[in-house]
């Protein structure tokens, strides 16, 4: 889908505005709404974009705002929330750890764009053709990547889990999440799929850890419900 770039370009300076988004960060995300970027096919082919922040309290962020512009809550637990808004573009806000330890130390009390992700919901052939050439526009451009998920085993984050992903690495501080297949929710299931750390920032020390206690979730059209609890990290997306 097309992407709404004014959409996108007002959530950007309310994020900004509420010291979310750096002036670094506020150029990648509304670059990807346009033509000139590196991977435009596959967000021409995607259902939706997104945002995943960190920031200190997820309690603090500016809901207001984003319900005064047709932000929708469609999933919330401890330290997670998601809000959908029109025009494919979906926003991430987490204080709980979503990623493998990097080399690169991350301040738990500031506020930072953790990834921008494409959602390439279609599995038909043609989203696939264009998902497999993620690696090559990745070449072209210097890129680091790598690839989770094997195509046979899906990729589990916490309740939710897609086909497989790409993460592409432009910059040490820069990770775009490309995901593939349809976004299956399991309310009381979950997986162990972290981040993979930035190749740029360093090899990861350790796995972090996510979702290691109980929370109550909220699945859009569903009540919250307590959800199992688990040993390993996880991840949502």
Known sequence: MQIHQATLQTLVNILAENNLLNEQEQQ???IIADNNFEFAGQVALAESIHLHMHVADVE???????AANGGQ????????IKYNFNGGINLIFSHIPVAQKEKVARNNNA??????GIDIRSDNKTSYIAFQQIPMIAAENDYLFTRQGDGKEAVKC??????????????????????FGPLVVHATGFGVDLRPAN????????????????????????????TAQVKKPAIFI
């Open 28 to 30: 990648r995300a509304n």
């Open 60 to 66: 603090q962020i500016p809901a207001a705002a984003f």
């Open 73 to 80: 809550v469609t999933n919330k637990a401890e330290g997670y």
């Open 111 to 116: 506020a930072y764009l953790d990834h921008i």
């Open 158 to 179: 916490c309740h939710m889990q897609v086909k497989e992903k790409y993460w592409v690495y432009p910059a040490a501080n820069l990770n775009y999440e490309f995901a």
């Open 199 to 226: 190749l740029i920032a360093g090899k990861p020390e350790e796995a972090g850890s996510c979702c290691g206690t109980p929370v109550k979730e909220t699945v859009a059209g569903s009540e919250p419900q307590q």
